[in-house]
């Protein structure tokens, strides 16, 4: 089996982290192959990096060269799960919604610890799109950069902490809202908040790995019904990019 992990950002450590925990979560047999967008934000911060990262993501993933499993989307509350999803053919699973669920089937109610104070909301949209909000209790902010998480001692207090605070809220069980976050140990982290701790990244290769073993795949039927056929211009022609 082959399942492809794209990164949201085009920070390739990141992507590294990212898949180096998608393998130690993969079962025997699983490969996985890593990609980093061409263009796009570096890390996904806010309404305009998520909309951006969106579709640098949904043009990497329009013309693969190599076939794959199934494809999970690293980018916690990002949008494009949907788009991916018409776009392929084989299951496409994002961390945002993996993490929630299977948060549902080891508590009540859940709460997500996440890195800056303006990504909440887009969170909580994410994951009432997904279905899965009426259970969260909370989303804290951390009040880290994306690209401050490698700073871990400073991660895991800032983490602890948040988590404490989601506990409060009444959560169960946490989830760690970013990718960027997925170095954490989840057994050290349940141990020191006394409660589950879901990685969204492990999460959804094991989703993805259901999904395959079971033969399913997303429905063609209404919402993710393939794209239409029509003219579409798809990456900036070169050199016509700007940076901000």
């Not at 047999?29 to 890593?34: A, S, Y």
């Not at 980093?36 to 998520?50: F, K, L, N, Q, Y």
Request: glycine share 12%.
């Amino acid at each position: 089996m082959r399942i492809l992990v794209t990164n949201c950002n085009t920070t390739v450590a990141m992507t590294e982290e990212i898949c180096a925990r998608a393998r130690a979560a993969a079962g025997p047999g699983t490969e996985i192959v890593g990609l980093t967008p061409r263009w796009g934000p570096e890390s996904a911060e806010g309404w305009v990096d998520s909309f951006l990262s969106a579709a640098a993501v949904l043009d990497l993933l329009r013309d693969l060269d190599e076939p794959f499993d199934a494809v999970v989307m690293a980018g916690f509350g990002e949008h494009g799960r949907e788009g991916a999803r018409e776009l392929l053919g084989v299951p496409v699973v994002d961390i945002t919604e993996a993490a929630a669920h299977l948060a549902c089937l080891l508590g009540r109610r859940y709460g997500v610890v996440t890195t800056l104070e303006r990504s909440c909301g887009q969170i909580e949209d994410n994951l009432l799109t997904a279905g899965v909000a009426e259970h969260c209790a909370a989303v804290v902010a951390t009040g880290l950069g994306v690209l401050e998480l490698a700073d871990e001692p400073r991660v895991w207090a800032a983490v602890t902490a948040a988590g404490a605070r989601a506990r409060q809220a009444g959560a169960e069980v946490l989830v760690l809202g970013c990718a960027g976050m997925t170095r954490l140990m989840q057994t050290a982290a349940s141990s020191e908040l006394g409660m589950p701790v879901v990685d969204g990244v492990a999460a959804a290769v094991k989703l993805a790995e259901s999904l395959v073993g079971l033969g399913l795949t997303t429905s063609r039927v209404g919402s993710y019904a393939t794209p239409l056929s029509k003219r579409r211009s798809w990456s900036p022609p070169p050199g016509g990019h700007r940076e901000q």
